[in-house]
């Protein structure tokens, strides 16, 4: 072989080291809290928070590896949950759904998690199958929302669909879940945009929640549509490839309902254009043509600022819980700060942070193939759980700032 030829083989699989980051170890969570007496509960529900997560060893260690992996193939060997779909009108003429799963063993406690999944997503994504089935077998009943307009199945009846900060929907299946088990502990759970929605629903301070919301987890949100967009323009660690793949979902999601989104009327009441839609290229083009229109906001900035959940976190009065990756390359770090100081001044507040994992990954175990259940997966159950014990516990403090 030649020296040239050699030359390149160490200069590829250098890179596809780097890349790979194989050189890294497993590390323990990073956890920010107050709150002591949360902690010990945390702790003794869930040990695996004083354990290194262990990513899969040979791409694990790679956020992008693991984000684009859950994106592509969500998680290995997914079961298919059988459940019921609940369909609601609501006063926008909007037809809302659901899926509701039941448990399928006894617990000793009625517990519900009303799902919130990321954007587009719905109760067919293979990574919320999995957890459903996960907590299905852990006694837990599960409720995913299917964000307006990302169902093939469900035609859309109104002239919107979703929005990153329009928490009606999640609201409305919350209370319509509160009706049906009323003496059920319902714990929210948001994913990616579904943690920024269930967070901001928590906190919006003129919205009545029912008695039995007992509190709040939030995986690999944001917080600041803001800045986070700003983030997202550059294309430092390939956040604008990212950028560029949910804005052609949601346009997808948008052009798959043009027949109702994009009418005669709908074009004329939100003074919409059409081929604006389809030209947008970043998600902030596709909101000046038709999110902030539709929701009548004078500009995007507006909507943002509307949308962030970081602005509605003073106003929450439930025990929350929030997971980020150090790693995301969608969520950079300058992003999580914020986060990390409201969580050390709050009680009944816990902020949990991992150096690997991706957005949404959090694969473990194995060489090459990962566990079929994931770190993430396994985490949730115990905070949900951490999170019933906190509101059943009698010698629980009032949640409040320093």
């Known amino acids: 072989m030649s020296t040239a030829f050699l030359t390149a083989i160490a200069v590829i699989l250098c890179i596809l080291f780097r890349i790979l980051n194989v050189n890294s170890q497993p590390l323990k969570p990073s956890v ?32 992008h590896v693991q984000t684009v992996l859950h994106s592509i193939v969500g998680r290995v060997k997914c079961p298919w949950p059988l459940g019921e779909r609940v369909y609601l009108s609501l006063e926008d003429g909007s037809t809302l ?58 035609q859309v009846t109104s002239s919107r669909i979703f ?26 759970c948001g994913f990616s945009l579904g943690g920024n929605l269930v967070t901001k629903y928590l906190g919006e301070k003129q919205r009545v929640k029912p008695s039995n919301v007992v509190g709040g987890i939030s995986i690999c949100q944001g917080y600041n549509a803001v800045e986070g967009t700003k983030w997202l323009l550059n294309w430092q660690n390939f956040r604008r490839f990212y950028l560029y793949v949910m ?36 998600l902030p083009e596709l909101d000046e043509a038709y999110t902030r229109r539709v929701f009548n906001f004078p500009s995007t900035q507006e909507l943002y600022k509307w949308s962030s959940s970081l602005n509605y976190l003073d106003n929450i009065d439930k025990p929350m819980i929030f997971i980020n990756a150090k790693d995301d390359p969608i969520v950079p770090e300058e992003l999580l700060e914020p986060i990390k100081e409201y969580a050390a001044s709050r009680y009944k507040t816990a902020y949990i942070e991992l150096a690997h994992g991706g957005h949404l990954g959090f694969y473990e175990g194995g060489l090459i193939y990962p566990n079929p259940v994931t770190w993430l997966d396994r985490t949730l159950i115990a905070m949900v759980g951490a999170l019933v014990m906190t509101h059943t516990d009698p010698t629980k403090q009032t949640i409040s700032t320093i």
């Not at 617990?107 to 299905?136: K, L, M, W």
């Not at 900060?165 to 502990?185: I, P, R």
């Open 97 to 154: 759904t659901y899926d509701l799963y039941q448990p399928l063993k006894e617990f000793e406690d009625d517990i519900t998690v009303a799902i919130c999944p990321g954007i587009g997503n719905t109760s067919e994504s293979v990574y919320i199958r999995t957890f459903v089935h996960y907590a299905q077998c852990h006694g837990y009943r599960c409720a995913v929302l299917n964000h307006i307009g990302a169902l093939s199945s469900v």
């Open 163 to 188: 929005a990153y900060g329009h928490t009606d929907d999640f609201a409305t299946m919350v209370e319509n879940l509160s009706q049906k088990y009323s003496n059920s502990h319902i714990v929210a």
């Open 247 to 282: 804005t052609e979902n949601m346009k997808n999601i948008i052009l798959k309902h043009r027949h109702v989104l994009l009418s005669e009327e709908c074009r004329q009441r939100h003074n919409l254009v059409e081929r604006d839609i389809i030209a947008a290229a970043t």
């Open 32 to 63: 920010w809290s107050l709150d002591q007496q949360f902690l010990d509960c945390l702790y003794k529900i869930a040990p695996v928070l004083k354990e290194p997560y262990v990513p899969t060893r040979l791409w694990g260690f790679s956020g």
